[in-house]
């Protein structure tokens, strides 16, 4: 049981971690190739902040619990093994990530149901732009002066 705890703690942090990774860079690799950019770090460097911060907090907080493991571990008199820390490593961060995606998701859903129902980024806040630029252009038309496109 515990090798199948090791495995699919490995395989879920490791897969979880490879895929978001692997997205950012097909990003970054799809739109340097659509537009010719070659300015990484203007162009990228939101994400690549994040993805470095997220790198070095997780290595941090590795470290903190390794030690915090490890003396648990001598308390108890017994030795430190890393199969048995990266188990409890992997159930600490599943916890903290499983919180993160459900406010995320909540923030999402939630988000588009206010959206949805009359909220100033809706369908509405759009048709009252539109409704503005053609009397602005029906205006324009009155005073003799044909309206530009911007088509």
Excluded: C, Y
Excluded at 48 to 65: M, Y
Excluded at 84 to 99: M, R
Excluded at 111 to 121: D, W
């Amino acid at each position: 049981m515990e090798d199948f705890a090791l495995w699919t703690t490995s395989l879920v942090l490791i897969g979880t971690s490879a895929f978001l990774f692997g997205m950012l860079v097909r990003s970054i690799v799809q739109e340097r190739r659509r537009s010719g950019v070659r300015r990484l770090w203007r162009n990228f460097g939101l994400s690549l902040t994040f993805a470095i911060l997220f790198l070095v907090s997780w290595a941090a907080q590795g470290l903190a619990e390794w030690s915090s493991f490890a003396h648990e571990q001598a308390a108890h008199g017994q030795v430190a093994h890393l199969s048995d820390f990266w188990v409890e490593f992997g159930q600490s961060t599943l916890e903290n990530w499983q919180s993160e995606f459900l406010q995320l998701f909540s923030f999402v859903v939630v988000s588009a149901v206010l959206i949805h129902h009359g909220s100033s980024e809706s369908k509405d806040g759009t048709e009252r732009i539109e409704r503005s630029v053609e009397e602005i252009r029906t205006m324009l038309r009155e005073a003799g002066l044909p309206p530009r496109t911007t088509r």
